[in-house]
């Protein structure tokens, strides 16, 4: 039985993780606040990462799975307070590659500030290198957007209330825009496989190997909340996060190098079908952005969105979610 480590543990990654290793058989500890409820079947180890002092010197993990860092000082503190330790696997990030690099983006690939992702890539790329430099056989995973049950994030949930409220979607350009995601049990299975065979290589890209546009993401919502569908689409004029979850960015991760690890991913649908099913089950779970009320004010049928009032924005359209 391992003995694992998990930073956080009570929000949709850190949590989904640390369930699953439970399930495992694994014997978990996790270390936050204690702010939220803790994770079935673990431990807590109740205390603020940057003020840990000796409270992990006295534990042996077999593995440290770090989901909750964002930049250097998350990973030094945590390194400093540390007794001893098998693996330390950190979840990194798909932003710490520059837009400007020729895609998809490849892991030996050099990784720099990026417009997009602004200091979230930056502070990520901050930590990496702290830890390659403190621990140099640790691994490092990049995984593009996670999705799954306990996700947290207003994204296929606000597509689900819209398609739950028989609402016309209001699609950013003409819905061409490609997504890429991964399961979060796909991604628990990566960490599995890396305790297991500790590969040779210490950075992946993780991911679904074919991504998605935007109108078939938004097409398979609609489809398994059982909802027709009516689009209405949105010129880049207006700021696409005031009423969609993704920024106006496309970018996608070569995976080739996760074969090492696991054979294949969860169909997208299938694990939308997951994400329906727990939304149902968990609502209050997700925190709610006010997508809908922007677009009622702004972009409902009828309405000038904002004060461009010459611009004709907006084409509707009548379509099937399978067409």
Known sequence: MKTILVTGGTVFVSKYISEYFVSQGCKVYVLNRNNHPQPLGTTLIQADRHQLGDTLKKYHFD???????Y????????LDSLGSY???IFISSSAVYPESLSQPFGE?????PNIYWGNYGTDKIGAENELISRVPDSYILRPPYLYGP???VYREAFVFDCARQKRIFYLPQDGTMKLQFFHVRDLCRCIESILKIHPRQ???NVGNKQSVSVKEWVDLCYSIAGTEIRYANVSRKINQRDYFPFYDYEYALNVNNQKQLIDETIPLEEGLIECYKWYQNFPDEVRKKGYITFIDTNLAQGNQPLSDKTSALFQMQDNNCRD
Do not use: P, T
Request: aromatic fraction near 6%; avoid cysteine; hydrophobic fraction near 50%.
């Open 202 to 204: 210490h950075i992946f």
């Open 71 to 78: 930049n250097k000082v998350d990973i030094s503190d945590i």
């Open 63 to 69: 593995a440290v799975i770090d989901v909750a860092a």
């Open 86 to 88: 098998e693996d330390y």
């Open 150 to 152: 306990m996700n947290n």
């Open 108 to 112: 030996d690939m050099s990784v720099g």
